[in-house]
Nanobody, 124 residues
Framework: QVQLVESGGGLVQAGGSLRLSCAAS????????MGWFRQAPGKEREFVTA????????TYADSVKGRFAISRDNAKNTVYVQMNSLKPEDTAVYYC?????????????????WGQGTQVTVSS
């Protein structure tokens, strides 16, 4: 079992930055790929970014490519997403998720473990 707790959300003006963190419990964190997803009001949850078990591979949704950067620190059981040049359309609840394998997927169904989410609001 892996338990995930997100932090770092908040209110920021357009063009600003935030860094989200996701702290994981359990020894198996280092063996799992990790992902971030988001859900805006009235919309379905969507993939944002993911990272492989050792940080050697990452992927991003086109909408955040070049603005967001995912990283992980396996010694601290934590995954991060640095979000720069934020836009109002980035407003959403952001969820951290752990895959059951070392390699990531963009599909939510491949992530059995989820955090509770953290709100990010970008004002124009």
């Amino acid at each position: 079992q892996v338990q995930l707790v997100e932090s770092g959300g908040g209110l920021v003006q357009a063009g600003g930055s935030l860094r989200l963190s996701c702290a994981a419990s359990g020894r198996t964190f280092k063996n799992y790929a990790m992902g971030w997803f988001r859900q805006a009001p009235g919309k379905e949850r969507e993939f944002v970014t993911a990272i492989s078990w050792n940080g050697g591979s990452t992927t991003y949704a086109d909408s955040v490519k070049g603005r967001f950067a995912i990283s992980r620190d396996n010694a601290k059981n934590t995954v991060y997403v640095q979000m720069n040049s934020l836009k109002p359309e980035d407003t959403a609840v952001y969820y951290c998720a752990a895959a059951g394998t070392r390699y990531y997927s963009t599909y939510q169904s491949q992530y059995p473990y989820w955090g509770q989410g953290t709100q990010v609001t970008v004002s124009s």
